[in-house]
């Protein structure tokens, strides 16, 4: 039966592991894991999902990356019920781009 998020705690514990999964599949090219939204703002309830922006170093190919992390999201929701957001982004578009998500990520986000 699948684990749930019951306090941050549990969460940071969820966050490292999801961290070393993307390390395990980018290595260098993972420059940041950056948590944004209502778990982030500590306003999740049971049904909210886990957001989280990749920044890659260049280049990225983002529906080539989202297929690429598919495993990693499905073993989250496997073994812990838990439905893991990944956004995958490059560095130098989140560093200089000023579109709405990003900004949000930017201003709320918290870098694990």
């Known amino acids: 039966m699948p684990q749930t998020i019951e306090n941050q705690q549990q969460l940071a514990i969820l966050l490292k592991e999801l961290k ?3 390390v395990n599949l980018y290595g260098d090219r993972l420059f940041a894991m950056i948590l944004f939204g209502s778990q982030a703002r500590g306003e999740a309830t049971p049904d909210s999902d886990i ?17 690429r992390m598919s495993d990693i999201r499905y073993r989250f929701l496997n073994d ?26 930017k201003r709320e986000g918290i870098k694990v």
């Open 51 to 67: 957001d989280v922006m990749a920044v890659l170093n260049d280049p990225v190919n983002v529906a080539e990356e989202i297929y």
């Open 20 to 22: 070393a999964s993307l």
């Open 80 to 105: 812990y019920g838990e439905l893991v957001s990944i956004i995958p982004t490059n560095k130098s578009k989140f560093l200089a781009s000023t579109s709405s998500l990003i900004r949000v990520v």
